[in-house]
């Protein structure tokens, strides 16, 4: 027995699958997402304080080290320095 559908109920059904992908990518996409990564100067900026004394503190933050030795770089998060 062979099931027939309209073509006004295959393009609902399409329009729905492509709805429900669309959702999934974007969470899928949100979740894989990396943070958004700042600098010492900005992240200094961020909180009102010396690039200097950011350096500092930065055991406090999520951080990053870029590079090796005392003279990598330090990328901060952004949203956890806004909280």
Same mark, same amino acid.
Do not use: C, N, W
């Given at each position: 027995?062979?099931?027939?559908?309209?073509?006004?109920?295959?393009?609902? @059904?399409?329009?729905?699958?492509?709805? !429900?992908?669309?959702?999934?990518? !974007?969470?899928? %996409?949100?979740?894989?997402?990396?943070?958004?990564? %700042?600098?010492?100067?900005?992240? !200094?900026?961020?909180?009102? %304080?010396?690039?200097?004394?950011?350096?500092? @503190?930065?055991?406090?933050?999520?951080?990053?080290?870029?590079?090796?030795?005392?003279?990598?770089?330090?990328?901060? %998060?952004?949203?956890?320095?806004?909280?």
């Amino acid at each position: 027995m062979e099931l027939q559908l309209s073509p006004r109920a295959i393009d609902e @059904i399409v329009y729905k699958l492509r709805i !429900a992908l669309r959702d999934d990518l !974007a969470k899928l %996409v949100k979740k894989e997402q990396q943070p958004e990564m %700042v600098t010492t100067s900005e992240a !200094a900026a961020i909180l009102h %304080v010396t690039p200097d004394h950011m350096r500092h @503190i930065a055991h406090r933050y999520p951080h990053t080290k870029t590079g090796e030795g005392k003279q990598a770089r330090l990328l901060f %998060v952004r949203s956890a320095l806004l909280q």
